[in-house]
């Protein structure tokens, strides 16, 4: 079956480093993606990667390893705003996205 | 603001009521999405529409009944629902159907069943 799996909840600090990872059995693949929802907010475009490496914008980083099915969310400086929920989806061979249950993340002054 | 629209915000409804909600983009989108979103659990796909066209329908209950007059504009219509269909709905619209493109979300109807 497809499956992704990420933490439920993780704790972090104001001005420090998380990193969020995400693994996803699918059939095939064609992309990853993250996404950020605030608590009563639609969720929003982070990142899309679907070639390995690491992929930079601003205090967020994106990682993919296509040959382990693995991904990382880095979020640098954290500030209080980036309390929120974290979803990974992975694009099967039909290019249907395939959702986890996210990753809530809070951040402590 | 993501260009999406969704109405109501929030709803109430019995299980004997017939509503319908509304999603609307402004992108000029090809492709929308319907979505539940149930506490704790991953999204989860209800219909997708290109051009118009349904594309899919994931096993969806048929008291659950989409439209799609035009490219813009996507409706849910709800009749006779269950208590554990309480959740919240998400619209979503992509320039094109595929995986590759990036879903652009409304903020969702929260919708309560009694």
């Known amino acids: 079956g497809q499956n992704i799996d990420q933490p439920t909840e993780m704790t972090a600090t104001e001005g420090a480093i998380v990193q969020i990872n995400c693994t996803y059995q699918t059939s095939g693949f064609n992309g990853l993606f993250w996404y950020q929802q605030h608590a009563g907010e639609a969720p929003t475009f982070l990142s899309y990667n679907v070639l390995d490496g690491l992929e930079e914008k601003g205090r967020f980083s994106s990682f993919l390893s296509r040959s382990k099915g693995y991904s990382y969310l880095l979020l640098k400086e954290l500030q209080m705003k980036d309390s929120a929920s974290y979803l990974c989806a992975a694009a099967d061979s039909n290019y249907q996205l395939i959702w986890g249950a996210g990753t809530k993340l809070i951040i402590k002054p | 603001e993501t260009g999406v629209t969704q109405t109501p915000r929030h709803l109430v409804m019995g299980m004997t009521n017939k509503k319908s909600l509304k999603c609307e983009q402004h992108l000029g989108h090809n492709a929308m999405y319907w979505y539940k979103q149930s506490a704790k659990k991953p999204l989860e796909l209800m219909f997708v529409?290109?051009?118009?066209?349904?594309?899919e329908n994931n096993s969806v209950p048929s008291r659950f009944s989409p439209e799609c007059p035009n490219s813009s504009h996507l409706f849910l219509h709800l009749h006779t629902l269950q208590p554990e269909d309480s959740a919240l709905y998400l619209c979503a619209s992509s320039q094109d159907v595929g995986g590759y493109n990036e879903q652009f979300f409304g903020p969702g109807t929260r919708l309560t069943v009694l």
């Open positions: 529409y290109n051009f118009k066209e349904q594309t």
